[in-house]
């Protein structure tokens, strides 16, 4: 068969394969019509007949064409439906296991056509599931792509894709593919909180900070108002980082995040830049508390810390731009808010500095000192010099001197004589000052040896140490390289610590100067009576020698504080066996008052200023 009609009467000469088919059947005659499916003969419509020879009328073959469309008709309609409904089963089960919600939506009327399963087991409320179907069947016909949603009200995120396509009945319909991504979304959440906050302390880091900033700045602009920042570094905070450990510094880190973190105004706008580094900016909502505000941050830094049991001392130097007043560019602001917080500091710390045009040049200088200093440390040291300031002993007639207290003096060939006044604090930033600090111990230790050798055993020098220096965890392996070195007499050495330090972290300073104190070296507390402390204290503290702030000698005779202080001092020490220095005597009425006080050591400008070794030794050497 080849998909062509055949009209076979009984006198037709059949072709041999016909002629064995209707010998085989005893047909006598027949018609064999092809009925096409998709314009294709998927089989014959045959008419047969058995009893009687026949010729085909025209009329006969009009009649079984008819039969034969019938028949197509009817055929082609049964495959079609057959098949739709086997295509819509297998359409059905693969949709159900998708892995993701679907629904099929009419185009023009928004009917949902259809839903799997894993669309109408959402976790999700009656009213939620409502909400999304009016999303699926209201969306505007251009609507296509990948669309983000949220439930409202909750933390559920759904990712939709619509996309049209021809459905089972040939129909255009909206295609819409649901995947649930509330975990991806909670991930990203997570990943991008992380990537704006600061680890240690929860608050937000130094790239939020700029972002925010940048909005705040437009903001200002736009609305006309003033804005500010206030930049923060803690003072000193790496004496408590490096000489109580990293952990005590987290913790005061954590500690100060957490109270300004809750201050009015601040909780919100406030950010960690890294290290001891703080910022708060004051947005124009909040622009007319940003005089409390800074008060507020005073006073918090005005009280000790408790750490871990202990209070702990640590101020603050700030320095405040103004927006748009000092600028409306972010680089330039940071610029010089970072200007203002290091002006703050070279003022003495615990300061709030404003930004002014004046504090550049002041920036400039800075950074030529902070390159000199690294330089002169890079090259030994050998620039800073050592002066002696005569300790005189007035317990005794002819009030001989008694050895000296080292003073550092900074002779650079570029920046010229430089006070320690000018420099220390910059050391201290810089992380330089045990560098310096112990090219001052040595060489004070070399001219003490000197001394006693050269006809003076009696002379004695005292050697201040910084925060930094006694806070290192090899200080006294320091201290005795020094002595070895040097083979100095270690009773003829005075290491000098400030007051403060010394109160800070009592437990520790204890321990600290009970090994300096086995080397058989001296202690004196320094600048007394300035600090937190009371004179309980003194009788904690292995100490040799007690010396008084010059604060208490400037009206001794004529302030009734000062001198019941002195001699309140004076007595103490005399009870517990130890000495009193006073410093900063500048004429005879004091040294005299001090010597009817029982004071034994002075020093100041009515003997001499810091003089030069060569001067010193030609005074009281030779």
Same mark, same amino acid.
């Given at each position: 068969m080849t998909g062509r009609p055949y009209t076979i009467s009984s006198e037709t000469i059949m072709p041999k394969p016909f002629l064995d088919y209707f010998t085989r059947?005893?047909?006598?005659?027949?018609?064999?019509?092809?009925?096409? *499916? =998709?314009?294709?003969?998927?089989?014959?419509?045959?008419?047969?007949?058995?009893?009687? %020879?026949?010729?085909?009328? *025209?009329?006969?073959?009009?009649?079984? =064409?008819?039969?034969?469309?019938?028949?197509?008709?009817?055929?082609v309609k049964r495959i079609t439906k057959n098949s739709l409904a086997s295509s819509y089963a297998a359409l059905d089960a693969i949709? #159900? =296991?998708?892995?993701?919600?679907?629904? *099929?939506?009419?185009?023009?009327? !928004?009917?949902?056509?259809?839903?799997? %399963?894993?669309?109408k087991e959402m976790s999700m409320t009656e009213q939620d599931r409502i909400e999304l179907e009016?999303?699926?069947?209201?969306?505007?016909?251009?609507? #296509?792509?990948?669309? #983000?949603?949220?439930?409202?009200?909750?933390?559920?995120?759904?990712?939709?894709?619509?996309?049209?396509?021809?459905?089972?009945?040939?129909?255009? *319909?909206?295609?819409?593919?649901?995947?649930?991504?509330?975990?991806?979304?909670?991930?990203?959440?997570?990943? /991008?909180?992380?990537? =704006?906050?600061?680890?240690?302390?929860?608050?937000?880091?130094?790239?939020?900070?700029?972002?925010?900033l940048t909005k705040e700045i437009h903001a200002t602009v736009r609305s006309g108002g003033e804005s500010a920042i206030l930049y923060i570094d803690l003072d000193d905070f790496n004496h408590i980082n490096d000489g109580l450990g990293h952990h005590v510094g987290d913790l005061l880190l954590q500690n100060v995040a957490d109270a300004l973190g809750h201050m009015d105004g601040v909780a919100g706008h406030c950010y960690r830049l890294g290290g001891d580094e703080f910022a708060v900016i004051v947005t124009t909502r909040h622009i007319e508390q940003r005089d409390a505000m800074i008060r507020n941050i005073q006073n918090?830094?005005?009280?000790?810390?408790?750490?871990?049991?202990? /209070?702990?001392?640590?101020?603050?130097?700030?320095?405040?731009?103004?927006?748009?007043?000092?600028?409306?560019?972010?680089?330039?602001?940071?610029?010089?808010?970072?200007?203002?917080?290091?002006?703050?500091?070279?003022?003495?710390?615990?300061?709030? /500095?404003?930004?002014?045009?004046?504090?550049?040049?002041?920036?400039?200088?800075?950074?030529?000192? /902070?390159?000199?200093?690294?330089?002169?440390?890079? +090259? !030994?040291?050998?620039?800073?010099?050592?002066?002696? +300031?005569?300790?005189?002993?007035?317990?005794?007639?002819?009030?001989?001197?008694?050895?000296?207290?080292?003073?550092?003096?900074?002779?650079?060939?570029?920046? !010229?004589f430089v006070m320690p006044s000018e420099f220390i604090a910059l050391a201290e930033y810089l992380g330089l000052i045990n560098e310096i600090g112990y090219h001052v111990l040595i060489e004070a230790c070399k001219r003490c040896k000197y001394w006693n050798d050269f006809g003076h055993p009696e002379y004695k020098v005292n050697v201040n140490l910084s925060v930094i220096q006694l806070l290192q965890n090899d200080i006294i392996d320091t201290i005795k390289n020094a002595l070895t070195e040097t083979e100095v007499q270690p009773s003829n050495l005075t290491l000098e610590v400030t007051e403060g330090l010394a109160i800070n972290d009592m437990k520790r300073m204890q321990e600290v100067l009970g090994e300096i104190k086995k080397l058989g070296v001296r202690v004196a507390l320094d600048d007394f009576g300035t600090g937190y402390s009371s004179l309980n204290h003194i009788r904690s503290m292995p100490i040799d020698v007690i010396k008084i702030d010059k604060c208490f000698v400037e009206d001794v005779g004529e302030d009734v504080f000062s001198e019941a202080f002195v001699k309140s001092v004076s007595q103490l020490a005399d009870a517990l066996h130890m000495h009193v220095c006073v410093e900063g005597v500048e004429d005879k009425n004091q040294c005299d008052a001090l010597k009817d006080m029982n004071v034994d050591l002075i020093q100041g400008y009515l003997f001499d200023k810091p003089l030069s070794v060569d001067d010193f030794e030609q005074k009281y050497l030779y």
């Open positions: 059947y005893e047909i006598r005659c027949g018609v064999f019509l092809p009925l096409n *499916v =998709n314009g294709k003969c998927s089989m014959y419509l045959c008419f047969t007949m058995m009893e009687e %020879d026949r010729k085909w009328s *025209v009329e006969d073959l009009r009649f079984l =064409n008819d039969v034969k469309r019938i028949t197509q008709t009817i055929l949709l #159900e =296991n998708a892995g993701c919600g679907i629904s *099929v939506n009419d185009l023009k009327t !928004g009917q949902i056509l259809y839903a799997n %399963d894993a669309f009016k999303v699926l069947t209201i969306s505007p016909d251009g609507m #296509e792509g990948i669309h #983000e949603y949220r439930v409202a009200g909750s933390d559920k995120w759904l990712e939709i894709t619509f996309s049209k396509i021809g459905w089972v009945d040939g129909k255009e *319909v909206r295609l819409a593919t649901i995947y649930d991504i509330s975990k991806t979304k909670r991930y990203q959440e997570r990943i /991008e909180h992380q990537a =704006n906050e600061d680890y240690l302390t929860g608050l937000y880091n130094r790239m939020r900070f700029e972002e925010d918090l830094f005005s009280r000790p810390w408790l750490l871990q049991g202990t /209070e702990y001392y640590c101020t603050m130097s700030m320095g405040v731009v103004r927006i748009p007043k000092d600028g409306i560019d972010l680089s330039l602001l940071l610029q010089r808010a970072d200007i203002a917080l290091h002006w703050a500091k070279s003022q003495g710390k615990n300061r709030v /500095e404003y930004y002014n045009n004046n504090q550049c040049t002041s920036s400039v200088e800075r950074l030529d000192m /902070e390159k000199c200093m690294r330089e002169a440390v890079e +090259q !030994g040291c050998k620039e800073f010099e050592v002066y002696y +300031q005569p300790l005189i002993d007035i317990s005794k007639p002819e009030r001989p001197c008694c050895g000296a207290e080292a003073l550092v003096r900074w002779n650079s060939p570029k920046l !010229g």
